[in-house]
Nanobody, 114 residues
Framework: AQLVESGGGLVQPGGSLRLSCVAS????????MSWYRQAPGKGRELVAS????????KYVDAVKGRFTISRDNAKNTVYLKMNRLKPGDTAVYFC????????WGQGTQVTVSS
């Protein structure tokens, strides 16, 4: 089983990025998917989550109205669209799959800086 994130990078404040997380080796459609982030010197924080059917979407207050989580079960992929990025969004972003087991990706770096 594997989760592979991509789409991170360096962006100026106010910019946008779209992260992708592609799953393989397990039945993606049965798994609840989440995005977490970890900033330097801080713990891992839940950013957004989405249920198996694409509903029950939740966000941490800091990203509400700016980030959008979605999933494409046909492509075994979960996305995180990030708009109006702030320096405080700088972190390594991880995706997580949870059902019978828990799987984590290796993370993708997002740096918001001018």
């Amino acid at each position: 089983a594997q989760l592979v994130e991509s789409g991170g990078g360096l962006v100026q404040p106010g910019g946008s990025l779209r992260l992708s997380c592609v799953a393989s080796g397990f039945t993606f459609i049965m798994y609840h998917m989440s995005w977490y982030r970890q900033a330097p010197g801080k713990g891992r924080e839940l950013v957004a989550s989405i249920a198996i059917g694409g509903g029950d979407i939740k966000y941490v207050d800091a990203v509400k109205g700016r980030f959008t989580i979605s999933r494409d079960n046909a492509k075994n992929t979960v996305y995180l669209k990030m708009n109006r990025l702030k320096p405080g969004d700088t972190a390594v972003y991880f995706c997580k799959a949870l059902w019978l087991r828990e799987y984590w990706g290796q993370g993708t770096q997002v740096t918001v800086s001018s």
